[in-house]
């Protein structure tokens, strides 16, 4: 029986929310599972996700396929980072600690990114501005043009 780490859909009409689990291959999406081991809700802001690594460390380590989706997951979470360093043969503490600087560059890479996109919106916006002005300017020259041109005549 060849075992996989999926998500299986349940909630409201368009408001999914997943249970990650562990399912024979064969059944279907909805269907029979061996054992849940998590949540995801792709509809909140940021997506919340809730997997006891545990269990998901265990069925990693007994051969169970993550799909796509459920390894992005469990990649994000820190959980296959976390697999690899402990099948390397590191002792706990090591693994600790690549675990918590893994954790801070990642909060750092998040920091730069949320900085570079506020700069752009900072940006766009005096870009805008600047487009306005123009058109405004642009406006009160033409205007003002032809009141010269009547005075003239």
Known sequence: MAVK?????MGKKRQ????VVAADERSPRDGKFIEAIGLYNPITNPATVDIKEERALYW???GAQPTT???GLLSKQGILYKKELLSSGLK???VALKL???AKN???????????KETKKVEIKVKKEEKVEENVSEAEGTGSEDKQEEKAE
């Open 5 to 9: 780490l999926r998500l299986r859909r």
């Open 16 to 19: 999914p929310i997943y249970k």
């Open 60 to 62: 990693l380590g007994v």
């Open 69 to 71: 989706t459920v390894k």
């Open 92 to 94: 706990e503490e090591e």
């Open 100 to 102: 918590d600087e893994w």
């Open 106 to 116: 990642k909060e750092a890479k998040l920091a730069s990114k949320a900085a570079k």
